[in-house]
């Protein structure tokens, strides 16, 4: 995991703030508050840029986008939305010039250097990753939002709202031309990586146990289980905390990654090796997600029946 290179986004100017005033402040704001005289009646609305939340990053957990992310999706635009692709309007001075303006509305772009998400592991497409990645849409709880075949109809789909308490819908997995950020393999997997940040979509990291394995994850479910019920015996309880421990120990590391601090590389190698597994499962993932839709052979298949896999219930942030 690497951090973030590639092209810089140049000082900011008084050009790139014209343009902005002329190209996208009806929708975004003069101040890039997401309140431009058009914002009342788009849904979903257009980015408050104040809050330094963006949706389309390649950039781990919620930390900031790179410059070349915003260029990206200044230049392509968001499909499903109304922000349009400016690749054939402007050019690229002009919208490196608009990138540059755009981070000044968030004080946390000074400085910052967020972690790059890996996708040197990509698990390639085969019929065996999709049956894989099928178990844990189920077990991550994916199906509350998505609905049982993606069609973006779970139980929890009527009542989501996003962080400016704004409607919002799950995506309809048959639907991945109107991904927001893209429908390539890679695009999904960092989606599930990185969540998409001011939506209720959830980072997939936060829903595992980071630091214990399956096995440990899932005996500490049995153990809170029987906590509720019957208690702890005395051995239970020190197996209980050692498994706390070892969170503990992880919950640090995680804490220096969300606010950019630097690791030590003892800590650098136990975050990549806890993280290892949960990548492969979410290019499984990526793959199942890429496998439904209408062009697609395995949905017309019967559905497998699931999945005695122990992995950690859902745990998502709230
Ligand atoms: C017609 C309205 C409209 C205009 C004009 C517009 N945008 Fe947007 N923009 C949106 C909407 C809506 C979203 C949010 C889409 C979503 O959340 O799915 C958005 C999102 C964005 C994002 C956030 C991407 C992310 O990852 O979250 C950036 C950056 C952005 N716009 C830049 C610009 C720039 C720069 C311009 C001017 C060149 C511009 N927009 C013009 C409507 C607009
Ligand atoms: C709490 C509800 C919720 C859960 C759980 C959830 N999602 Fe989402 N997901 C959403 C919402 C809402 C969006 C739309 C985000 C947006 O653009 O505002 C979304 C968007 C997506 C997208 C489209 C990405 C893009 O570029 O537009 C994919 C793919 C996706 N989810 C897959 C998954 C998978 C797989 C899981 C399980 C690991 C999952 N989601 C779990 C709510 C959820």
């Not at 915003?70 to 499903?80: E, V």
């Amino acid at each position: 995991m690497a951090c973030a290179q590639g092209k810089k986004a140049p000082e900011a100017s008084e050009a790139g703030k014209a343009l902005y005033e002329d190209k996208c402040a009806h929708c975004h704001g003069i101040e890039g508050a997401g309140d431009g005289s058009a914002a009342e009646n788009l849904l979903p609305r257009p980015r408050d840029f104040t809050r330094g939340l963006y949706k389309i990053r390649s950039t781990e957990g919620s930390q900031l986008p790179t410059d070349q992310d915003l260029f990206d999706i200044i230049s392509n635009g968001m499909p499903g939305s109304s922000m349009p692709a400016w690749s054939e309007i402007l050019t690229e001075d002009e919208r490196w010039q608009l990138v540059a303006h755009i981070k000044t509305f968030h004080d946390g772009f000074e400085g910052a250097s967020p972690r790059l998400i890996d996708v040197s592991g990509k698990v390639p497409y085969s019929e065996e990753s999709v049956t894989k990645g099928k178990v844990f849409y189920t077990n991550l709880g994916c199906v509350d939002c998505h609905g049982v075949i993606g069609r973006g109809d779970g139980t929890s789909a009527p009542d989501l709202t996003d962080e400016w308490g704004f409607r919002t819908w799950p995506a309809n997995l048959w639907h991945p031309w109107n991904y927001r950020g893209g429908s390539t393999t890679e695009a999904i997997f960092r989606r599930f990586i990185g969540g998409i940040a001011g939506s209720p979509m959830p980072s997939f990291i936060s829903s595992f146990r980071l630091g214990l394995t399956d096995e440990e994850s899932a005996r500490m479910t049995e153990l809170e289980f029987k906590m509720d019920g019957d208690g702890l015996s005395e051995a239970e309880e020190g197996e209980y905390a050692e498994l706390e421990e070892k969170l503990f120990m992880f919950e640090d590391i995680m804490l220096k990654v969300e606010e950019g601090e630097e690791l030590a590389p003892d800590e650098q190698t136990k975050l990549n090796t806890a993280l290892k597994p949960i990548f492969e499962k979410s290019w499984h993932l990526a793959n199942y997600v890429k496998s439904l839709g209408p062009m697609s052979n395995h949905n017309r298949r019967s559905e497998t029946k699931c999945c005695a896999l122990n992995i950690a219930p859902m745990r998502y942030r709230a």
